[in-house]
């Protein structure tokens, strides 16, 4: 069995090079230093061919989420709500020479998508950190907008992370390294969780909480759901579980909470998870509710982060 190990990775690691009191949390590789050229390949853009601090070094918040189309929309709207010149379709996919995410830039706001579950997150992730690294950016904070499954809270409450936990209600992630398993940290920052759940009590359109957020593997049997193709376990033995969840603080269950806590805890960003929930899971699995109500749940996380960030960019002024 492999070693299991808690992280020791420091993020407050002494500078390196060149970006000396950069207030932005720093890259944790020594072997970037050797690459005459950095190429982030899922994003099609690289050092040399790109001028990532021309491009990017305003950026000061980056909101990602799992479809690229919603993040086309989340930064056409961020585009009409900072009253930035443009009518949308101006708004263009910046990693259009790949299929694998999409990204979109409105002012200093960078729109990502990064698909599904824990890998594909990641994998953003890392290439996301090391290009705001590269482009010098400072003082950034990152978001993640998702939808989610809620646990004893009613569909269309928007959720605000404090500690990302696993399926054991453990609030640690665990990373594979080589033949060992490290142990991260998923704390999120708390300051700026509460800054969002103030701007929520201002907008007081929907019903906005903090709690604990489960990650999980996958949708169905990892998420105790009794409709996917397998399913070993009863009805009852699904309520238990998701009962024990709600004792625990669990508030909502999505697939990328830990991870991405874990990432931008050791990088030293300021990280929050705000998702929507589409149902309550301890009366169903399957999403029911219309097109359209989804659609208006969705945009609830849109409008608190929208919100948060004019405001925000208006204390910066």
């Known amino acids: 069995m492999a070693p299991i190990l808690v992280d020791n990775s420091n993020s407050n690691l002494p500078e390196r090079d060149n970006y000396v009191n950069n207030a932005f949390g720093y890259v944790k590789n020594p072997h970037l230093d050797l690459l005459s050229e950095d190429i982030l390949y899922h994003f099609d853009l690289g050092t040399r061919t790109h001028d990532l601090p021309s491009m990017f070094g305003d950026v000061k918040f980056v909101c990602v989420g799992g479809s690229p189309n919603r993040m086309k929309d989340f930064a056409i709207f961020i585009q009409q709500e900072l009253g930035l010149d443009g009518d949308g379709s101006d708004i263009t996919d910046i990693c259009a020479g790949t299929d694998r995410y999409s990204m ?9 998508s990064h698909g599904m579950g824990i890998p594909s997150i990641s994998i953003m992730l890392h290439e996301l950190i090391k290009l705001l690294h590269h482009a010098k950016c400072k003082d950034v904070t990152i978001i993640r907008i998702g939808t989610s499954g809620g646990i004893g809270i009613e569909p269309g409450t928007v959720v605000i992370t404090d500690i990302a936990v696993d399926a054991f209600f453990r609030a640690q992630y665990e990373q594979v390294i080589l033949d060992k398993v490290v142990i991260r940290n998923t704390q999120l920052d708390q300051k700026l969780a509460e800054s969002l759940l103030r701007c929520s009590k201002e907008i007081n359109d929907f019903p906005t909480i903090i709690g604990h957020t489960m990650c999980t593997y996958d949708f169905y049997e990892g998420q105790g759901r009794l409709d996917g193709a397998l399913c070993s376990f009863s009805k009852e033995e699904k309520c238990e579980y998701l009962q ?8 909502n269950i999505e697939m990328e909470s830990s991870v991405f806590a874990a990432m931008c805890h050791l990088c030293g960003l300021k990280a929050a998870v ?14 029911t509710h219309s097109h359209g109500v989804l659609t208006e749940f969705q945009r609830r996380a849109q409008k608190l982060i929208s919100s948060f960030i004019k405001k925000q960019l208006h204390m910066c002024t």
């Not at 979109?104 to 990502?112: F, Q, T």
């Not at 024990?244 to 508030?251: D, S």
């Open 244 to 251: 024990k969840a709600y004792i625990a603080g669990v508030r």
């Open 104 to 112: 979109y830039k409105a002012g200093p706001v960078l729109s990502i």
């Open 274 to 287: 705000v998702c929507v929930t589409l149902l309550d899971r301890l009366q169903g699995d399957q999403i």
